[in-house]
T-cell receptor, first 115, second 112 residues
Framework: NAGVTQTPKFQVLKTGQSMTLQCAQD?????MSWYRQDPGMGLRLIHY???????DQGEVPNGYNVSRSTTEDFPLRLLSAAPSQTSVYFC??????????????FGQGTRLTVV | DQQVKQNSPSLSVQEGRISILNCDYT??????FLWYKKYPAEGPTFLIS?????DKNEDGRFTVFLNKSAKHLSLHIVPSQPGDSAVYFC???????????FGTGTRLTVIP
């Protein structure tokens, strides 16, 4: 059982480059989200989706785009990478039960460095 | 503005003793609280949760206590084991919504 799969695990970008972080889950979870983890900041929500075709912004959405065309996939796009986007990125998915999330399942993370 | 706070960045405990990790929150709309454990180079994994209608929830060696009036929760690990060494994140979610708000984490080291 794969759970939540993130690719790539590591990436180095030059300032101004674009890239897409991939996230896929095989648990038929309605809710998917992207977090970034920075030292001393914990995990901060970037974008989230409560179902296919529905996305919304989290705490730190600037510089990132998302789309949710299928239940399984929730890619995160950096259109023009900046050094401030150097971070570890985690994708998470939840099952919604009676309108509430239950425990979140996280991917293994993508360590991104922007030089 | 950090709505969930873990004021102790690190904690060291002897094997077999109790580990107590603390978490404070400011948003009175939070009604569901979770603890996650994270090993290096891995994603966080769910550990235990508690609803605001309870003040205690146990799962084996792990117990979470919630004090709503103080907006404080704690995770007790008894007895602590070296394999418990990890970063522990407290998280909270407001009623009717689904986003998780995380604390900054506490690194627990259990000394054999």
């Amino acid at each position: 059982n794969a759970g939540v799969t993130q690719t790539p695990k590591f990436q180095v970008l030059k300032t101004g480059q674009s890239m897409t972080l991939q996230c896929a889950q095989d648990m038929n979870h309605e809710y998917m989200s992207w977090y970034r983890q920075d030292p001393g900041m914990g995990l901060r929500l970037i974008h989230y989706s409560v179902g296919a075709g529905i996305t919304d912004q989290g705490e730190v959405p600037n510089g990132y785009n998302v789309s949710r065309s299928t239940t399984e996939d929730f890619p995160l796009r950096l259109l023009s990478a900046a050094p401030s986007q150097t971070s570890v990125y985690f994708c998470a998915s939840f099952h919604l039960s009676r309108g509430r999330n239950t425990e979140a399942f996280f991917g293994q993370g993508t360590r991104l460095t922007v030089v | 503005d950090q709505q969930v706070k873990q004021n102790s960045p690190s904690l060291s405990v002897q094997e077999g003793r109790i580990s107590i990790l603390n978490c404070d929150y400011t948003n009175s709309m939070f009604d569901y609280f979770l603890w996650y454990k994270k090993y290096p180079a891995e994603g966080p994994t769910f550990l235990i949760s508690i609803s605001s209608i309870k003040d205690k929830n146990e799962d084996g060696r792990f117990t979470v206590f919630l004090n709503k009036s103080a907006k404080h929760l704690s995770l007790h690990i008894v007895p602590s084991q070296p394999g418990d060494s990890a970063v522990y994140f407290c998280a909270a979610t407001p009623g009717g919504a689904n986003n998780l708000f995380f604390g900054t984490g506490t690194r627990l080291t259990v000394i054999p």
